[in-house]
């Protein structure tokens, strides 16, 4: 089956500074990788996404790559603010297949130092 | 994108009975999911629920333990049963939209004392 795994674990920058999370997935089937933020006590919610036919996806200060050859992806935050402190999750899945299911990376705690 | 709802929103269960959570949908949506968060850990997918049919389990989780009802494409219910400590956990719910997004619930804070 599918695994992600996710790099760093913890991530401390200053404020303005960008932050880089890197994803590894193991099934070269996947088609479909989306990035979660989960705040402290709340629900992950999605912020990006990007599918295989696509290198590359921007949305304001968030950017994700993604390299199918290598089976890596990233996320990019630039001009961090505190308020992206959170657990940052990547994810995998293969659109199309009967379950769709979605499988998680261990997730990255972001940390923005004002 | 769909607004999801589960209740309870946590609850404090004895060790040996069980709990069922509830999960309700405002559209109908083909794909449910429900995973277990362990505090400062990932999301762990417990199972796929199938509308009219039985569930479908990820490896690590029986029927037994965790019963799933979807009697239709807006909700579902997830038992823990016969708990003990190692059952405390957040649970959420999760649908797939049209375009493929995952949508979360508000999860379900388990403590099993």
């Known amino acids: 089956g599918e695994n992600v795994e996710q790099h760093p674990s913890t991530l401390s920058v200053q404020e303005g500074d960008s932050a880089v999370i890197k994803c590894t997935y193991s099934d070269s089937a996947s088609n479909y990788f989306p990035w979660y933020k989960q705040e402290l006590g709340k629900r992950p919610q999605l912020i990006i996404d990007?599918?295989?036919?696509?290198g590359e996806k921007k949305d304001q200060r968030i950017a994700v790559t993604l390299n199918k050859t290598a089976k890596h992806f990233s996320l990019h935050i630039t001009e961090t603010q505190p308020e992206d402190s959170a657990v940052y999750f990547c994810?995998?899945?293969?659109?199309?297949?009967?379950?769709?299911?979605?499988?998680f990376g261990p997730g990255t705690s972001l940390s923005v130092i004002p | 994108s769909a607004v999801i709802s589960q209740k309870p929103s946590r609850d404090i269960c004895q060790r040996g009975t069980s709990l069922t959570i509830q999960c309700q949908v405002d559209?109908?949506?083909?794909?449910m999911f429900w995973y277990r968060q362990q505090p400062g850990q990932s999301l762990t997918l417990i199972a796929t629920a199938n509308q009219g049919s039985e569930a479908t389990y990820e490896s690590g989780f029986v029927i037994d333990k965790f019963p799933i009802s979807r009697p239709n494409l807006t909700f579902s219910t997830l038992t823990v049963s016969n708990m003990s400590p190692e059952d405390s956990s957040i649970y959420l719910c999760?649908?797939?939209?049209?375009?493929?997004?995952?949508?979360f619930g508000p999860g379900t804070r388990l403590t099993v004392t």
């Open positions: 999760s649908v797939v939209g049209q375009t493929y997004e995952q949508y």
């Open positions: 994810a995998a899945s293969i659109i199309g297949r009967a379950s769709d299911k979605v499988i």
């Open positions: 559209s109908q949506v083909t794909m």
């Open positions: 990007i599918r295989s036919n696509v």
